[in-house]
C-alpha cells in the first residue's frame, strides 16, 4: 500500500473517531436537558431544604402531608436565579383559601362561618408546613384563640373546658350553623356534659328563659360569680322580672327566703318542675316544708284557701306593703274603729254585707233572729273587734274556725262556743255565756263589754 492510502486510512479513522466523540458529547448534553427539564420539580424540591435554606421548615412534630409532596405543590418560580436579595422569586400557585381547598373540602356553606375562615385566613391559625400542635396550629389551641378571644377568660369562676384550654369541646373552629360556632344547637351542646339537665328539662314546666338557651342565664365561659351567673343572685332574675323587684323595693315584708343567700332559688327551681310557678311542690304543700306550725294534726276544720291547697289568695310569696306579707290590709290590733276600708283582705271574698246591716235577714248566719250580730262585734266606733278575736285563720278544731282561745295579755281568753242546729252558744272571758238562733230569737241583750 502507497504513502497516500496509507494517510488516507488514517484520515478516515480519526476523522471516524473525532465524529463518535462528538455525537458522544452530544448525546449526553441532549440526556442531561432532558433529564432536567423533566426533573426541574424534584430538583427543586430537593434543593429548597438545605442548612443554609428553609432548614426548620420540616422540623416540627406534625408535618403537613403536602411537605413530602414538595415544595411546588403550593410554590412556583417567578424568576431566577433564586434566591435574590429583596427579591421574591416564588409565589403561591393561587392565594388561600383556594390554594387550601385544592385538598381540603372548602368552607362556608354553613350559617355561621368563623371570620379567619371567612376571610381566607388559613394561616392565621395554622402553620402551613409543620407545627409542634396537632392540626398543624400556630400554638396550642386555647392559646391560638386567645390571642383574638381575649375577654373569654381570666374569671374568677371558670367553665371547665375554658379552665381547661379546650375550646373545641364546645366550639367548631371553621364553621357551624350554630350561633357562636357551637358544635351543637343550645341546650343540646350543653347536654354534651350536663346529662343530668337533660332528663330535668323533660319535666312538665320549664324555665321560659331556657327559650334563648342556657346562656341566657349563664356565661357560658365564667363567670365573677357562682354557677357563671352574668349578674349576681337576684339580680339576675330580676332582668326578667322587673315588677318582683319594684314590689319588694316597695315593701315593708320580705318573704326571708328572697333575702338569703339562694335567694328566689329557695323556691323555684332555676330550669323545670312538675309544679307550677317552678316551685318544687304545689300550693301549701310546698310552703309548709318551711311553715311546720301553720296546719296542725289535729285540725278538723281549714280556712277555704287553705282546704283547697292554697296560701297565695291571702299572702303574697314574694312582698308586702302588708304584715305577713297579705296581699290586702288586715289590722294587727285586737280593736279596730271599724271604717268600710277596714277588713280588705277578709272582703276579698266574703260579703262585706255582714258588717253594714245592724238587722239582716240574708247577710250573716250569725245572726239572733235579724240582729246582726256580726255588725254588734265589729262595727263600732270603738272597740270594734277584729276578725281574728273570735276566728281562727288557718284551721282549727271548731265550726267555723271559731277559736278555743285567744291571747290576752298574759291570759289565754276561752271563747267556748258550741254550735247548734239554727246558731250556737258561747260562754266567753269578755261577756257572760249567750245564744243565738237564726230562726227563733232568743232575744238576748247586747253583750257587755269588757276591757
Known amino acids: 500500500m502507497g504513502k497516500e492510502q496509507i494517510y488516507q486510512v488514517k484520515g478516515r479513522t480519526n476523522g ?3 465524529f463518535g466523540f462528538t455525537y458522544s458529547l452530544f448525546h449526553i448534553a441532549c440526556c442531561l436537558f432532558f433529564l432536567c427539564a423533566s ?5 427543586a424540591d430537593e434543593t429548597c431544604v438545605t442548612e443554609k435554606c428553609h432548614s426548620s421548615i420540616a422540623s416540627a412534630a406534625v408535618v403537613h402531608p403536602a411537605v413530602p409532596m414538595g415544595c411546588s405543590s403550593c410554590h412556583e418560580a417567578v424568576s431566577q436565579p433564586h434566591p435574590q436579595k429583596a427579591v421574591k422569586t416564588f409565589k403561591l400557585t393561587q392565594e388561600p383559601p383556594g390554594l387550601c381547598a385544592t385538598c381540603h373540602p372548602p368552607f362556608g356553606t354553613k350559617k355561621y362561618v368563623h371570620d379567619p375562615v371567612k376571610n381566607g385566613m388559613c394561616t392565621s391559625c395554622h402553620d402551613p408546613h409543620s407545627s409542634a400542635q396537632q392540626k398543624l396550629l400556630l400554638k396550642p389551641a386555647n392559646e391560638l384563640c386567645l390571642m383574638c378571644h381575649t375577654d373569654k377568660t381570666g374569671f374568677k369562676y ?3 373546658p375554658t379552665a381547661a384550654g379546650d375550646c373545641l369541646a364546645c ?3 371553621h364553621e357551624s350553623d350554630n350561633p357562636a360556632h357551637t358544635k351543637k344547637p343550645q341546650p343540646e351542646v350543653c347536654f354534651a356534659c350536663h346529662t343530668d339537665m337533660q332528663k330535668e328539662l323533660t319535666k312538665a314546666f320549664k324555665h321560659p328563659a331556657l327559650g334563648g338557651g342556657c346562656t341566657s342565664c349563664h356565661n357560658p365561659h365564667g363567670s365573677e360569680f357562682k354557677k357563671f351567673f352574668a349578674v349576681e343572685g337576684n339580680k339576675l332574675c330580676f332582668q326578667c322580672h322587673p315588677q318582683i323587684e319594684e314590689k319588694i323595693k316597695a315593701s315593708v315584708d ?3 327566703p328572697i333575702k338569703s343567700e339562694s335567694g328566689c332559688v329557695s323556691c323555684h327551681s332555676p330550669h323545670a318542675s312538675d309544679a307550677e310557678k317552678l316551685l318544687p311542690k304545689s300550693g301549701k304543700d310546698f310552703c309548709l316544708t318551711c311553715h311546720t306550725d301553720i296546719i296542725k294534726p289535729e285540725y278538723t276544720v281549714l280556712h277555704g284557701p287553705i282546704r283547697d291547697g292554697k296560701c297565695l289568695p291571702c299572702h303574697d310569696p314574694h312582698a308586702s306593703a302588708n304584715a305577713k306579707l297579705l296581699v290586702k290590709s288586715f289590722p294587727t290590733e285586737m280593736y279596730v274603729p271599724y271604717s268600710d276600708k277596714e277588713y280588705e283582705l277578709c272582703f276579698s271574698c266574703h260579703n262585706r254585707d255582714m258588717l253594714l246591716y245592724a238587722q239582716t235577714s240574708y247577710a250573716t248566719g250569725f245572726r239572733d233572729g235579724d240582729r246582726n250580730l256580726h255588725y254588734v262585734h265589729v262595727n263600732r266606733k270603738d272597740k270594734g273587734r277584729s276578725c281574728t278575736v273570735c276566728h281562727t285563720i288557718h284551721g282549727g278544731t271548731q265550726p267555723k274556725l271559731i277559736n278555743q282561745k ?3 295579755g298574759n291570759w289565754s281568753l276561752p271563747i267556748r262556743f258550741t254550735k247548734t242546729e239554727n246558731g250556737g252558744s258561747c260562754a ?9 238562733d237564726r230562726k227563733s230569737a232568743v232575744n238576748v241583750t247586747a253583750p257587755a263589754e269588757t276591757k
Do not use: E, S, T, W
Request: hydrophobic letters at 35%; one cysteine or more.
Open 171 to 173: 366550639h367548631d373552629p
Open 16 to 18: 471516524n473517531r473525532i
Open 39 to 43: 426533573n426541574v420539580k424534584a430538583f
Open 406 to 408: 285567744i291571747p290576752f
Open 254 to 256: 320580705i318573704h326571708p
Open 428 to 436: 266567753p272571758g269578755c261577756h257572760r255565756p249567750l245564744a243565738y
Open 158 to 160: 371558670m367553665h371547665g
